[in-house]
C-alpha cells in the first residue's frame, strides 16, 4: 500500500552557505575601491596633469568673452539650445537635418544644470563657458591617448602644449562650435580603442564615444578609419574579431538612431511639404559652393588656409612636415593617420569650413609630439651588437651612453629648445591679443544701440549670434528674424505686403556684409537681390543709423524707408559708435 505524499521522507534540502560565490560590495564601495587604484596607479602623473589642465583652462578663460567677437554660426547653436530648453524643440526655426543634434542637446543640458546662460556678458557665453569645459575634459584626455599610444612624459607635456596653447587651438577652441563639442568625445573614442587592458567593454566604450562625436556633428565620422586601425593595433589577437565585430555594432547601431528618427518623422527622403534627412545629406555632399583650390591665392579656400596660418604659422606646418614619418612610426601610426586624412580633405576641393581645423588640431599636436619623442628615443637605444663585438673606439658599459648617443641626444635636445623659443616668441604677440583685445566691444555697444533706441513691436533682421539676446530683452521672438530665414524658411512670414517694408532694421557686421554680398556704395548686390529678393529689397531702402567697432568686427544698425531708395552712408559715421 502507498503511503501518502506527506507520510513520505525527503531528503533534506541544503541550504549551506559553502562554496557561494561572496556578496559585492556596495556600488559606492568598488567605485571608490577602484578610484584609489587608478590614483595609485598614476599618482606620479595625476599632479602633472592638474596643473597643465589648470593652466590650459587660465589661458582659454582669459578673454574669451571678448576674443573672437561673436560670429552667427554660435548664436545659431546657442539658439538651437535655447529652443530646446524654452520650446522643447530642436531649432528655433524649421529644423532642417544641417547637423544631427544632439552637440546642442548637450549644450541645452549644460544651461540647464547651471543656469549661467544668463550670467555671462552676453547668450553665446554661456555656450562659450561649456566649450572651456570641453577644453577641460580634453586635456587629459590627450595626456593619456599619448601615454596609452607609448609618448613617455615629456612628449606627453608637448602634446598637451601645443594643443593649450597654440594661438590656433585657443582662438577657434573658444568658439561656441560643434567641432569643439566634438574633440573631447573624439579623443574619448581614440583613448579607449588604445586601452592597454585590450578588453571588449574598451572596445564598446571607443565605439559609444565616437557614435556620440557623429551624432554631435556629422564630420566626425571621417575618424572612423583612424579609430579602427588603433583599436586593431591595441587588441589583443585572439579576441580582435569579437572586439571589432563589438564596436561595429554599438557604433552602427547608435548612428542609426538619427535616420530613424527622420523616418519617424516621415523625414528621411524628399517629399513634398517637408524638410528631409536625404535632401541634407545631399546639400551638404554637393550641394554648397565649393571654396576653391587651397593652391589658389584667389580662392575663398586659399583664404581660410592663411587665416589660420596668421593665428599660428608653426603647428600646421610641422604637423604637415611629420606626418609622413609619424605614418611610418607605429605608436603614432594611427593619430598621424587620422590627421592626414584631414589634411587629404583640404585637397579635394569642395567647401572648406572656417573652423574645419579644430579637430584637426589635437592630432597635429599628437603627431608633432609623437615623432619628435621617437627621435629622442633613438639616441638611447643601445649600441648595436655588431658595433661592441668589433671593439668600437668607445667601450659600452652598462648604464653609461656612449659619445654618439649622447651626441644625438645632445642635438635633438637642441633642436627641440631652439623650437620652443622660437615658438614661444612667435605665439606670445597672439597669444597676449586673445587676452587682452576686447574685439566684441564693437557687437556689444550695437546691442545695447538696439535695446534702448529700438521699440519692441519693431521687425528685426539679425544674424543668430544676437537672437537670443534680443528675445531675452523683451523683444518678441517672430519679431527677430535671423536673416538666412528670410527667404527661405515659408514659417518666417512678416505680416506686410510686401514683406520687406515690415522690417524696421537691420543689423549686419562686416561678415554679414561680406555674405551678402553689399557693395561699397551701401547697396545690394544683384546675386543678393536675385537669390534673397527679401532682404535685398530691406537693404536697398535702408540707411545706417549708428556703427560700432572696427575692421573685420565692425558691425552697423541699418533702419529700413520704404520711401527711400537712394541709400548711402548717413552723415557722421566718419567714426565707430557715431549714432
Not at 572586439?243 to 519617424?264: E, I, K, N, Q
Not at 581660410?304 to 608653426?314: E, F, H, K, T, Y
Request: charge should be positive; charged fraction near 15%; proline fraction near 8%.
Amino acid at each position: 500500500m502507498a503511503l501518502p505524499l506527506y507520510d513520505r521522507t525527503l531528503p533534506p534540502l541544503d541550504i549551506t552557505l559553502e562554496g557561494a560565490p561572496p556578496p559585492r560590495r556596495p556600488l559606492a564601495r568598488r567605485i571608490g575601491r577602484r578610484l584609489r587604484g587608478l590614483i595609485r596607479a598614476h599618482r606620479d602623473d595625476l599632479p602633472l596633469v592638474l596643473l597643465l589642465t589648470t593652466a590650459a583652462g587660465v589661458v582659454h578663460a582669459l578673454g574669451m568673452y571678448g576674443s573672437p567677437a561673436r560670429f552667427d554660426d554660435e548664436g545659431t547653436y546657442t539658439a538651437y539650445a535655447w529652443a530646446v530648453q524654452h520650446r522643447h524643440a530642436l531649432g528655433h526655426y524649421t529644423y532642417w537635418y544641417a547637423h544631427p543634434p544632439l552637440g546642442w542637446l548637450q549644450i541645452a543640458a549644460w544651461n540647464v544644470l547651471t543656469g549661467w546662460l544668463h550670467h555671462p556678458p552676453y547668450a553665446v557665453g554661456g555656450t562659450r563657458e561649456f566649450m572651456l569645459l570641453c577644453k577641460l575634459v580634453s586635456v587629459p584626455l590627450l595626456y593619456g591617448l599619448a601615454a596609452r599610444v607609448g609618448l613617455r612624459r615629456p612628449g606627453r607635456v608637448l602634446a598637451v602644449a601645443l594643443f593649450a596653447f597654440s594661438p590656433l587651438a585657443v582662438y577657434f577652441t573658444r568658439a561656441a562650435l560643434l567641432d569643439n563639442i566634438v574633440t573631447p568625445w573624439l579623443l574619448a573614442a581614440f583613448f579607449f580603442a588604445a586601452s592597454p587592458r585590450r578588453s571588449l567593454r574598451a572596445a564598446t566604450a571607443s565605439a559609444v564615444c565616437l557614435a556620440v562625436a557623429v551624432l554631435s556633428k556629422e564630420t566626425a565620422l571621417l575618424y572612423l578609419p583612424a579609430v579602427l586601425a588603433l583599436l586593431v593595433q591595441h587588441s589583443d589577437r585572439r579576441t580582435r574579431r569579437f572586439s571589432l565585430g563589438l564596436f561595429g555594432a554599438w557604433f552602427t547601431l547608435l548612428c542609426a538612431a538619427y535616420p530613424l528618427f527622420a523616418l519617424l518623422n516621415n523625414e528621411l527622403l524628399t517629399g513634398p511639404g517637408h524638410v528631409s534627412l536625404e535632401w541634407a545629406v545631399r546639400w551638404q555632399l554637393s550641394g554648397r559652393q565649393g571654396s576653391g583650390s587651397i593652391f589658389d591665392p584667389a580662392s575663398t579656400a586659399h583664404a581660410v588656409i592663411r587665416s589660420w596660418l596668421d593665428q599660428d604659422a608653426w603647428l600646421p606646418r610641422l604637423a604637415l612636415l611629420l606626418v609622413v614619418p609619424g605614418l611610418l612610426i607605429r605608436r603614432t601610426r594611427a593619430v598621424a593617420l587620422a590627421f592626414a586624412i584631414q589634411v587629404v580633405q583640404l585637397l579635394r576641393g569642395g567647401y572648406l569650413p572656417y573652423p574645419y581645423v579644430i579637430a584637426m588640431i589635437p592630432f597635429a599636436a599628437l603627431t608633432v609630439a609623437g615623432v619628435l619623442d621617437w627621435l629622442w628615443d633613438r639616441g638611447r637605444l643601445p649600441l648595436p651588437a655588431r658595433l661592441r663585438q668589433r671593439g668600437a673606439a668607445v667601450q659600452h658599459t652598462p648604464g653609461r651612453r656612449s659619445p654618439g648617443r649622447l651626441g644625438w641626444s645632445a642635438a635633438v635636445a637642441a633642436g627641440c629648445a631652439w623650437l620652443l623659443l622660437s615658438v614661444g616668441h612667435a605665439w606670445s604677440y597672439p597669444l597676449h591679443d586673445l587676452r587682452a583685445v576686447d574685439r566684441d566691444r564693437g557687437k556689444a555697444e550695437a546691442l545695447a544701440w538696439v535695446e534702448s533706441h529700438v521699440p519692441h513691436s519693431a521687425y528685426l533682421v539679425v544674424d543668430d549670434s544676437f537672437w537670443v539676446d534680443l528675445v531675452q530683452a523683451g523683444f518678441p521672438a517672430d519679431h527677430v528674424v535671423w536673416y538666412t530665414k528670410l527667404d527661405v524658411d515659408p514659417a518666417v512670414r512678416i505680416p506686410h505686403r510686401p514683406q520687406w517694408a515690415g522690417i524696421g532694421y537691420v543689423l549686419l557686421d562686416r561678415q554679414d556684409e561680406l555674405s551678402v554680398h553689399l557693395q561699397s556704395d551701401g547697396t545690394p548686390s544683384k546675386d543678393t537681390r536675385d537669390l534673397f529678393p527679401t532682404l535685398g529689397a530691406a537693404l536697398s531702402h535702408s540707411t545706417p543709423v549708428a556703427r560700432y567697432g572696427t575692421g573685420l568686427d565692425a558691425i552697423s544698425v541699418r533702419r529700413v524707408d520704404p520711401g527711400s531708395g537712394d541709400p548711402g552712408t548717413a552723415p557722421g559715421l566718419g567714426r565707430p559708435g557715431t549714432p
